[in-house]
């Protein structure tokens, strides 16, 4: 469990990168005639077990802490709020310098219910990607979920831009 102080500074350090990439903000909001629901998170990477050295066949885990920017009161500052966690399980299915092809399965524990996403991304591990994404499915309010969206992999920061289908 997170104490507060630590989520506080967490929730500082969110503020900034908000500050310097302004795309990276929440939204839920349902497509009336299509019925999906957009879904904007922002991780930060809390630990992960990503080897120094990728080669072909690695495995790896990492555990985000999942955060939203919310709007209060009309007229009022966005602010954010932490609204889950997530895991990620990768794989390297191929590796050369600094590029990797990964393969990763994605769970997303929200309060409405989890969402899986399954990526292959090929990368540079020191500079930021942004690639497609599918939503698999899901338990709870998602349990009928899919659909696709974005991943942008930034450092520490994953942000997450999410049509869900249901």
């Not at 900034?16 to 990276?24: D, E, H, Q, Y």
């Not at 690639?131 to 992999?153: P, Q």
Request: aromatic residues 6%; glycine residues 10%; positive net charge.
């Amino acid at each position: 469990m997170i104490k507060s102080a630590v989520r506080g500074a967490v929730v500082t350090a969110l503020t900034a990168t908000f500050a310097l990439l302004p795309s990276l903000a929440h939204a839920e909001e349902k497509d009336k005639d299509n019925d999906i629901e957009r879904v904007e998170l922002t991780g930060i990477n809390a630990f992960d077990t990503m080897p120094g050295r990728i080669r072909t066949g690695d495995s790896w885990v990492a555990h985000l802490e999942l955060y939203a920017k919310k709007t209060g009161k009309p007229g009022k500052k966005k602010h954010l709020t932490h609204v889950g966690d997530g895991e990620s399980e990768c794989s390297a299915v191929r590796a050369h310098g600094d590029w990797v092809t990964m393969q990763c399965t994605r769970t997303l524990r929200l309060k409405k219910g989890t969402l899986t996403l399954s990526d292959m991304i090929t990368y540079n591990r020191w500079q930021s990607v942004t690639a497609k994404t599918a939503v698999t499915g899901g338990t709870g309010h998602y349990r009928s979920a899919y659909g696709d969206g974005y991943i942008t992999l930034a450092g520490r920061y994953v942000h997450l831009e999410l049509n869900v289908d249901e």
